[in-house]
């Protein structure tokens, strides 16, 4: 009875252990890795009542807030059946994080204002975020489709460039909301003091040599160009974008659609060597380490400041969202211009700006709500009145070129406010270069790559700042942080640190599953044997 007790528990365990390995085998043959096309419903279900949970993101700015409350009232009464409650963020991160704290829970919202290289981390495991282009054709209820129940655009009238950045995996997994770049606001009149004349396309050549010139002082300490005790010539926002904007100018590498990370290259050393010896004199600087370049460029405290498009109502002596005092504001010129280029007859510049994907749900209905609203979002009249409050430029050709956003931008520099000069010809850099604008690839991991690019100079800046030597040990050791710091070595398709040749990332999930069963099963028949084993010495 005993052996034969000891038999039926042991056949029980291997028959754990086959039927973990065979489907778990047949999990990492056959599960599908692409996300399935979502399918609208016949029809939209207007007798129920759906309440839509909306994510957005603004800079504490409160004429974008009532935008988005007036788009969400508009809205309801074409559709007064659909609920759109809005939650305001000031800070992309702080979405990303509480969306994926949510996925984890299933409790995403419906609708997110957010970044591609973001929901590429959304779609990864679970089918959670709803591809489009099955949307984007419905005859119905797609882009323009027959029963929308308001003017809107077809997918022929979103500015290619700006779809396609939404473009990933083979899917579209958001569309468009509004779309920037980086601009250099500059002040002119410093520049200028310093016997040089402004050019239409700025040169990191010429940026570099006018703010090492503008580091001249008096014999009481004071900088000669201001007359004051405080200047930094060059403040870059986000350092991110300068490393990936100064490779993408070299034609150097920085990642590729496979998910190749190319960033730890010969060529970004130089430029991080270059980036030290302007650090190293005081002359360059980055907003994490010194502050908002807007607040430096305002105060006459900086002539080179570069940060989006969609912040240039911080910029210059008339800004009016200027976050500093007005006894410190300094009476000057602001010029804007395309950021630095090496290359200026082929200027290159990012395009940014924010996107909307929409959250898949049990219930088609409601995601059908969802996406209804989503494509209010791109109606002229939203789209002309967010753009209107910062230098965004809509994302279809038809609000671009429709007279009221032409009225518009002819109207530059009438008031300080709805026409602030400056930001109206940030937005006409932008409507002036799309052709010159590119993005990055987008794939899992992809935003820690971002963050790896910013941090190179950060770190860089910093030690030049401490007097640190900044030699090859010190790159190496660099690289080896950045890698460290962001697991970048964890992520598959890494590219090798020295050659940018493909390395192996880690193991698939459903192969990390299947030995994590295969050990528990292992597991298992080791307290059993061991339990077999004390049960003989005991006598039983």
Not at 152 to 163: K, R
Not at 217 to 246: C, E, W
Not at 330 to 345: K, L, Y
Not at 517 to 538: C, D, E, H, P, S
């Amino acid at each position: 009875m005993r052996k034969e007790g000891d038999s039926f528990i042991l056949r029980r365990l291997l028959a754990v252990l086959a039927v973990c390995g065979l489907g778990l085998l047949t999990g990492c043959h056959g599960r599908k890795e692409e996300a399935e096309a979502f399918v609208l419903p016949g029809q939209f279900d207007d007798s129920r009542e759906y309440e839509i949970i909306f994510w957005a993101k603004n800079d504490t700015n409160k004429t974008q807030t009532a935008i988005y409350e007036q788009a969400i009232a508009d809205f309801g009464e074409l559709y007064p059946n659909i609920t759109v409650n809005l939650r305001l963020y000031t800070d992309y991160g702080k979405i990303y994080n509480d969306v994926i704290t949510n996925i984890a829970t299933n409790t995403t919202p419906n609708v997110c204002i957010t970044y591609p290289d973001h929901i590429a981390t959304y779609v990864t495991g679970d089918n959670r975020v709803v591809p489009l282009e099955g949307l984007f054709a419905d005859e119905k209820y797609g882009l323009g489709g027959s029963e929308v129940r308001f003017e809107a655009p077809g997918a022929d009238e979103i500015i290619p460039q700006f779809l396609e950045e939404c473009s990933f995996g083979g899917h579209y997994y958001a569309v468009p909301y509004m779309r920037s770049t980086e601009a250099c606001y500059i002040n002119k009149t410093y520049v200028e003091q310093l016997g040089y004349t402004l050019p239409d396309v700025l040169t990191w050549d010429f940026i570099w040599e006018v703010s090492e010139a503008a580091m001249a002082r008096h014999g009481d300490g004071n900088f000669a160009v201001n007359g004051q005790k405080v200047l930094i010539p060059f403040i870059y926002k986000s350092t991110d974008n300068m490393m990936i904007q100064m490779l993408k100018q070299k034609g150097a590498g920085y990642s590729t659609d496979r998910g190749e990370m190319l960033l730890f290259n010969d060529t970004t050393k130089e430029l991080l060597y270059t980036v030290a010896e302007h650090a190293t004199s005081r002359a360059f600087s980055t907003f994490k380490i010194s502050s908002y370049p807007a607040n430096f460029l305002n105060a006459g405290q900086c002539l080179f400041a570069v940060d989006s498009t969609a912040g240039a109502t911080w910029m210059g002596t008339e800004a009016p969202l200027s976050d500093i005092s007005e006894d410190k504001i300094v009476q000057f010129e602001t010029a804007v211009r395309p950021i630095p280029q090496f290359d200026a007859g082929d200027p290159q510049m990012i395009s940014q700006g924010p996107s909307v994907c929409i959250f898949n749900k049990e219930d088609p209905q409601e995601v059908l709500a969802s996406w209804l609203f989503v494509q209010y979002l791109l109606s002229n009249k939203v789209q002309i009145a967010y753009s209107q409050t910062e230098g965004y430029v809509p994302v279809t050709s038809t609000a671009q070129h429709s007279p009221e956003y032409q009225d518009y931008l002819a109207r530059s520099g009438e008031d300080n406010t709805t026409h602030y000069d400056v930001k109206i010809q940030a937005a006409g850099l932008l409507l002036d270069h799309v052709d010159h604008t590119f993005v990055t690839p987008v794939f899992s991991g992809s935003t820690s790559l971002r963050d790896a690019a910013g941090q190179l100079i950060e770190d860089t800046v910093k030690s030049s700042r401490r007097g640190e030597s900044i030699d090859e040990a010190y790159m190496e050791k660099l690289y080896s942080d950045v890698t460290s710091l962001y697991r970048l070595d964890q992520i598959g398709g890494q590219g090798s640190l020295s050659s940018g040749k493909a390395m192996l990332g880690p193991l698939p999930r459903t192969a990390v599953v299947l030995l994590s069963a295969l050990a528990a099963t292992w597991f298992l028949m080791i307290i059993y044997v061991v339990y077999k084993t004390m049960k003989t010495r005991k006598g039983y």
